[in-house]
């Protein structure tokens, strides 16, 4: 089982930049692969960024490319998510999401289906 605590959230106005945390404990036997995904009401989640912590392999969605980094600490066990020159349409809640995947070298998934372990979300609401 893996447990998932995110933190970071908070209000900061256009143009700021927030880093997201996401603690992670438990153990898995197998490459894992690490993601931030959001959501706002009424609408469906969505990927943000990924890392396969084996290969280190990243993913961006399009609308944060060049603003948002994934990162990660081995050692803490730690996944972050650094969000620069952040915009109103950031606002969202937050969520880190965890999943095995079937060998070293595969690609992270991109539907939140496909994976098994979520935090409980972290609020990052941006103003004009």
């Known amino acids: 089982q893996v447990r998932l605590v995110e933190s970071g959230g908070a209000s900061v106005q256009a143009g700021g930049s927030l880093r997201l945390s996401c603690a992670a404990s438990g153990v898995i036997y197998r490459p894992l692969c690490m993601a931030w995904f959001r959501q706002i009401p009424g609408k469906e989640r969505e990927g943000v960024a990924s890392m396969a912590t084996f290969t280190g392999d990243t993913y961006y969605a399009d609308s944060v490319k060049g603003r948002f980094t994934i990162s990660k600490d081995n050692a803490k066990k730690t996944l972050f998510l650094q969000m620069n020159s952040l915009k109103v349409e950031d606002t969202a809640l937050y969520y880190c999401?965890?999943?095995?995947?079937?060998?070293?070298?595969?690609?992270?998934?991109?539907?939140?289906?496909?994976?098994?372990?979520w935090g409980q979300g972290t609020q990052v609401t941006v103003s004009s």
């Open positions: 999401a965890a999943t095995a995947l079937g060998n070293w070298y595969s690609s992270c998934p991109t539907k939140p289906g496909d994976y098994a372990y």
